[in-house]
C-alpha cells in the first residue's frame, strides 16, 4: 500500500505529522528529489518518510498500473498488456491454479488435493526445481562456480536501507535485489541506488503473493506490472531485468512457462536463514544465527568445493539487514567468492537494454566488479541523475562511521511505515 493511498482520506492530519517529522529530525532540509540526495540521509525514521516522485506519481494518476500491494490484474485500458498477454497464452500449460483464493496471503494449502507424483513440478510441494514440461529451463537453486556464495536479498526496496546499501558498498560488494513492484512505486530513490552502487536487480512480482494460487492473467500482470515495457522497475530504474524470483519460492511449470515467456530467469535457493521468520511461530534470533552458522560451518567442511550454492536472505527489516551485516565478514572467510547471481552465471547482459552489463565471474574475481555503461533513461536528469557511469567509480558519503549500525529505536519508528504489509512479506 503506497503511504499518499493509505491517508488520502486523512490528508490535513497526514501533512501535519509529516511536517512535525521532518522538522524535529533535522535542522537542514534533506534533498528528497534525488537518489544521490536520498541516499545521504542517515536517520532512517527521515528516510522511511514519504516523498513523490514524479514519474510515479504521474502513473499511478493515469491509472497506467494496479493498486499498489494488491493482486494485479490487466487493466481494461491497457491494449499493450493485453496484447501481450495474447501472444504467450498458447505457451502455457493447462494446469489449475493451486489451492484457494485464500491462500494467496497465507500459504495454506492443507485443503488442496495434489498428486503424490508432482507432475507440475510444484517447489512449495516437494522442492522442484527441475521442470517437467519440456522446454522450460531449470530454475537456478545453486551456483556454478566453486567454492562461491550466489549473494542476494528478498524483498526490497526497503525504504531504511541506506546503512545496509553503504555497508555493502564500503566492502565492495554487489549483490542481487530482489524487487517488489509495489515497494519500487512507493520507493523509487532506493530503487535507483540499486542500479547506482552496481547491484543487479532481478523482479519479485508486484505484490508478493503465492504466484501458483493466481489465475494466469493474474501471474501475467504480477510480472508485467512489475518490469516489461514502461512498468514499475522499467519507469523508476531504467531497466527491464531478466530475473525473478518466486515469493516464498511458490512456483510450478505453469508459473514458470509464464515468466519464462515474458524472458524472465527463475531463480530459487538451497537453503533458507529464515530471517524473514525472526519474531514469528517461536523463531528466534538465535535459530537464525545457527541458520547462517550452519551454511558457514558446510563451506568450511569442503561442501561447495566443486559448485556453489545460494541461501535465501532479506531486505526486510532491520534484523534481516543487520544479519546480513553481522555475518557477511565470516562468510567472506568460509566462501571463496561472494558475487550477485548473474556474474556467478556469467549473466553479462542483466537487462533487456544493452547500455548497462554486469561484468563475468573472471572479472568480478579479478577486482572489476562493476562494469560502466551509460545512465539509464528513466535516471538521467536534475530529478534524479545518478552520474555519468552507470556505476562504475560511484560512492556516497555517508557518514559510515555512525551507520555502520541501526539505531534500533529509530528503526522501530521507521518499521511502522511497513504495519500493514511487513507481515504479508514472509520471503
Not at 503506497?2 to 497526514?14: D, E, G, M, P, T
Not at 567454492?147 to 526497503?158: A, I, R, S
Not at 526486510?316 to 562468510?331: C, D, P, R
Request: glycine share 6%; aromatic share 12%.
Amino acid at each position: 500500500m503506497r503511504w499518499s493511498s493509505l491517508f488520502a482520506s486523512q490528508a490535513a492530519v497526514s501533512s501535519a505529522l509529516i511536517a512535525t517529522t521532518l522538522f524535529t529530525l533535522s535542522a537542514s532540509a534533506q534533498d528528497r528529489t534525488t537518489e544521490q540526495g536520498e541516499a545521504q540521509i542517515t536517520d532512517p525514521n527521515q528516510e522511511c518518510t514519504p516523498y513523490s516522485y514524479a514519474p510515479v506519481t504521474a502513473a499511478l494518476a493515469a491509472n497506467q498500473f494496479p493498486p499498489i500491494w494488491t493482486i494485479a490484474t490487466i487493466l481494461p485500458n491497457d491494449t499493450n498488456a493485453q496484447a501481450k498477454y495474447q501472444s504467450i497464452q498458447s505457451q502455457i500449460p493447462n494446469i489449475q491454479p493451486n489451492g484457494s483464493p485464500a491462500s494467496t496471503s497465507t500459504g495454506d494449502f492443507s485443503g488442496f488435493s495434489y498428486p503424490s507424483s508432482d507432475p507440475d513440478c510444484w517447489w512449495t510441494f516437494d522442492q522442484c526445481t527441475t521442470p517437467k514440461l519440456a522446454g522450460l529451463p531449470p530454475d537456478l537453486a545453486g551456483v556454478p562456480e566453486p567454492n562461491t556464495l550466489g549473494y542476494g536479498f528478498d524483498d526490497g526496496p526497503n525504504c531504511s536501507h541506506n546503512a545496509f546499501y553503504d555497508f555493502l558498498s564500503q566492502n565492495n560488494q554487489k549483490a542481487t535485489m530482489f524487487y517488489i513492484g509495489s515497494n519500487v512505486m512507493d520507493w523509487p530513490f532506493e530503487a535507483q541506488r540499486a542500479l547506482a552502487d552496481g547491484h543487479e536487480i532481478c523482479v519479485h512480482t508486484w505484490s508478493h503473493k503465492y504466484t501458483t494460487t493466481l489465475t494466469n492473467d493474474e501471474v501475467f500482470a504480477e510480472f508485467y506490472y512489475s518490469t516489461l515495457s514502461m512498468e514499475a522497475i522499467k519507469l523508476v530504474v531504467g531497466v527491464t531485468p531478466t530475473c525473478w524470483r518466486p515469493p516464498y519460492g511458490d512456483v510450478d511449470d505453469r508459473v514458470r512457462a509464464i515468466a519464462h515467456a515474458l524472458g524472465l530467469r527463475t531463480i530459487i535457493w538451497q537453503y533458507d536463514s529464515n530471517d524473514w521468520r525472526e519474531g514469528f511461530n517461536n523463531v528466534t534470533a538465535a535459530d537464525v544465527d545457527q541458520n547462517y552458522e550452519y551454511l558457514i560451518a558446510r563451506a568450511q567442511n569442503g561442501t561447495y568445493a566443486t559448485a556453489g550454492t545460494i541461501m535465501l536472505t532479506h531486505e526486510l527489516n532491520n534484523f534481516t539487514m543487520s544479519e546480513a551485516m553481522k555475518f557477511y565478514t565470516q562468510l567472506k572467510a568460509a566462501f571463496k567468492y561472494l558475487v550477485p547471481m548473474g556474474v556467478a552465471t556469467n549473466q553479462t547482459q542483466p537487462y533487456v537494454e544493452t547500455n548497462y552489463s554486469l561484468p563475468s565471474f573472471d572479472q568480478y574475481i579479478s577486482g572489476t566488479t562493476t562494469v560502466t555503461g551509460a545512465v539509464p533513461a528513466a535516471t538521467a536528469g536534475s530529478s534524479s541523475s545518478t552520474g555519468s557511469g552507470s556505476s562504475s567509480g560511484k560512492t556516497h558519503s555517508t557518514g559510515a562511521a555512525s551507520r555502520a549500525l541501526f539505531d534500533g529505536l529509530g528503526i522501530l519508528a521507521a518499521g511502522a511505515a511497513f504495519i500493514g504489509f511487513s507481515v504479508k512479506l514472509l520471503a
